[in-house]
C-alpha cells in the first residue's frame, strides 16, 4: 500500500524563533498518534522558505533525533540558492543520515529546462542519495512536460515525484511510462484519485491533523472499495475547505495547539492568527479529529 507521509508544520515563537520542544513534539506526534509512515521535512508546509541555513540544519537535526529510524525522513533541500541546496543535501545525507532529499524546481526567475535540468544535476551530483524532484506547478510556475520528467528520470539518482498538481492525465502518462521510478502525491483533497491512478505514496500538510482518514482513504482503495473510499475523501474534502478557508498553516497549527502540541504561530510575512481563527479552530478539533 502507498505510504501516508507527513508534511511536517515547524513551531515558531511570535518573533520567528524555532520552537525546539514543540519541534520534537510534532515528530513524536506524527509517529506515535498519527503513525504516518514517514516525514516530508523542509518543505512549504515547514515554511522553509522564509528561512536562513542554520535554522534548517537544526530543524533536520532535531527531527532526526526525535525519529531515529522509525520512520522514513525526506529532507526538502531544493533553495533559490543552489549551493545552499547542496550544502544542506550534503548534510543531511552524510551528517545525519537521511534516506532521501527532494527539491523544489527553482522558482521566481524563468528559468528554462536546461537551467532547471543542471540545477538537479547539480544538486545530486556530490552526494550519494536519491532525489524527489518537487513539481508544485501553482507556487512555482513551472511545468515540466512528460519527456521533460523523463529528461531527469534519466539521472539514475533522481528516483522520482512529489507531483502536487490536479493533472491526473500527466500523472497516468508518468506511472505507466515510468514505472520504476517513485509518484507521491501532493495534494491531500486529491489523494482518492491520485491512488486510483497508482501511487508509491501521498505526501500532505492535513496529515498532521488527519492521518487516520487518509490512511483510509487508501486503504479503501487498496481493497477497490470506491464506495467507502469517496465518502472519506468527500469529509476530508469538508475538512480540508474549512482549514483552507481559515487559512492553511494558522489553522493547522492552531488545531495541533488544541490538542496538546503547541505549535506557536506561522513565520512573517505570514500572518499570526487572530482570535476568530482560534475558535474554527476548536471547532474543527471537536467535529473532525
Ligand atoms: O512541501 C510540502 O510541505 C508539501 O508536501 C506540501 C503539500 O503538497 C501541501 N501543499 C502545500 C502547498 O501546502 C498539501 O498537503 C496542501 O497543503 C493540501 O493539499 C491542502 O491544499
Known sequence: ????????????????????????????????????????????????????????????RIVKEVAEDRVELIAQVGSLNIYEAKELAAYVVNELGYSKISSVTPFYYKFDFEEIKNYYFEIVKDVETELIVYSIPALTGVNFSEDQFGELFANPKITGVKYTAGDFYLMERLRSRFPNKLMYSGFDEMLLPAAAVGIDGAIGSTFNVNAKRARQILEAVE???????????????????????????NTLKLMLTEKGVDMGYCHLPMKHYTDNQVKVAQKLVKDYM
Open 1 to 60: 500500500m502507498a505510504n501516508l507521509i507527513t508534511a511536517l508544520l515547524v513551531p515558531f515563537d511570535k518573533s520567528g524563533q524555532l520552537m525546539e520542544e514543540s519541534l520534537r513534539k510534532i515528530v513524536e506526534y506524527n509517529i506515535s498518534e498519527n503513525n504516518v509512515d514517514g516525514l516530508y521535512v523542509g518543505g512549504s508546509t515547514g515554511e522553509n522558505f522564509m528561512l536562513d541555513t542554520a535554522t534548517k540544519k537544526n530543524i533536520f
Open 223 to 249: 481493497q477497490n472499495d470506491f464506495v467507502t473510499a469517496r465518502k472519506l475523501q468527500a469529509e476530508t474534502n469538508d475538512l480540508i475547505q474549512k482549514i483552507l478557508d481559515n487559512g492553511l498553516y
